[in-house]
T-cell receptor, first 113, second 111 residues
Framework: NAGVTQTPKFRVLKTGQSMTLLCAQDMNHEYMYWYRQDPGMGLRLIHYSVGEGTTAKGEVPDGYNVSRLKKQNFLLGLESAAPSQTSVYFC????????????FGQGTRLTVV | TQLLEQSPQFLSIQEGENLTVYCNSSSVFSSLQWYRQEPGEGPVLLVTVVTGGEVKKLKRLTFQFGDARKDSSLHITAAQPGDTGLYLCAGLTSEGGKLIFGQGTELSVKP
């Protein structure tokens, strides 16, 4: 089983460039999440989705956009990258059932120079 | 805004010692989860606690959910170098599907 797959795994961007991170899950999960992880900050929620066609803001949404056109995919966009967006990005998914496990991708390491 | 505060942020101990990590909030959570993350990997679920006062054991790890369901603790007995990693608590907020995490506790167990 593939589980949750993130693409790409590494990327270096110049300030002002744009990019899209792709998260794909094959478990038919309803809920999907994008987090960023910085040293000493744990996982901070950027945006999340509770179903196809829906998105909602998390704790640190500024500078990011998301789309969930298909249930299995959750895209995270950076329209104009800034050095402050240098981070490791994780995608996760869960079924629409309380108290169930969140499954994570392997992460995308993004550096903005 | 519901927040989860973890302490301590860093913990460096010798093999064989015991330790406790705390996860606190001013808000009530329907459940709390504990995850462990190793370098270069995504977090992996250790346990979910659901009932106030609940205690769950996973080998040398003991998890407790506070009676008021606002806090949780993770206790490790006789820590081993293999326990080294980042431990994260997480909870679903009242905003329907929003899953938030604490800042994490970086544990280092030296042989």
């Amino acid at each position: 089983n593939a589980g949750v797959t993130q693409t790409p795994k590494f990327r270096v961007l110049k300030t002002g460039q744009s990019m899209t991170l792709l998260c794909a899950q094959d478990m038919n999960h309803e809920y999907m999440y994008w987090y960023r992880q910085d040293p000493g900050m744990g996982l901070r929620l950027i945006h999340y989705s509770v179903g196809e066609g829906t998105t909602a803001k998390g704790e640190v949404p500024d500078g990011y956009n998301v789309s969930r056109l298909k249930k299995q995919n959750f895209l995270l966009g950076l329209e104009s990258a800034a050095p402050s967006q240098t981070s490791v990005y994780f995608c996760a998914s869960t079924p629409m059932v309380l108290n169930t496990e969140a499954f994570f991708g392997q992460g995308t390491r993004l550096t903005v120079v | 805004t519901q927040l989860l505060e973890q302490s301590p942020q860093f913990l460096s101990i010798q093999e064989g010692e015991n330790l406790t990590v705390y996860c606190n909030s001013s808000s009530v959570f329907s459940s709390l989860q504990w995850y462990r993350q190793e370098p270069g990997e995504g977090p992996v679920l250790l346990v979910t606690v659901v009932t106030g006062g609940e205690v769950k054991k996973l080998k040398r790890l003991t998890f407790q959910f506070g009676d008021a369901r606002k806090d949780s603790s993770l206790h490790i007995t006789a820590a081993q170098p293999g326990d080294t990693g980042l431990y994260l608590c997480a909870g679903l907020t009242s905003e329907g599907g929003k899953l938030i995490f604490g800042q994490g506790t970086e544990l280092s167990v030296k042989p």
